[in-house]
């Protein structure tokens, strides 16, 4: 009889989580961070330019950098008609001003004469997502802000610590990329569950499923294939 070396096995491969199992998650993270709520903005366009200001950059620069915007130009056509270098050097506080201001006026000379979003509150979601992400650098994760922040849409932004979070919990395969990662998340939670699981999941992954995980601090380990693995290794392995 052959017998495999520990070192020879392998995780087993990927399947699609039951509802029942995303249930089971979805209940230990509100156990651990409870329901939070939804209160949409209804400003899809500040929604869209916070969402294009926040990326690689922290939340308290990108608000600043927001808000010094806002101040220098209350309208969306004052920001599209400015000379570049102003609106420069209104974001500045949040970083990459260079690229990010000639990117923000391009997206908002697509808006059209008096730039618009309003209407994807009621489009069908699919349309809405599509003419997002037709936009100059606007992907998944942009797009799907903009829904689930501005009207509550069930889109479900996928950020770094998603992909790390639900990779590791079996989601969807740990290395997904976000495309994919995006469509299954969509494919597996609820509508109604959309925002309680973008929330936790990002707060799982700040404090404790972060890059290098304190699963012995994890409500979720005996659901989570990541950390069975690790154990079988850390188990049949030796150092
Ligand atoms: S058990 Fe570990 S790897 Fe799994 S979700 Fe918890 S912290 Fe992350």
Redesign the pocket.
Known sequence: MTTTSPKQRESKPWRRPTARRVRAIRERLREMYGVPVNRPNRRPIDELVLTILSQHTNDRNSGRAFAALKERFPEWDEVRDAPVAEVEDAIRPGGLAQQRAPRIQTILRELGEEPNLDWTETAPLEESRAYLLSLPGVGRKTAACVLLFSWGLPDIPVDVHIH??GG??GLFPEKASLERAHDEMLALVPSADVYEFHLNLIQ??RT???PK???G?????R?????RD?DHRESVVPD
């Open positions: 790390r979070v590791r919990l799982h992954g404790i499923c972060r995980p304190r699963c601090e994890c409500e979720l380990r659901m989570c294939p990541w950390y690790l």
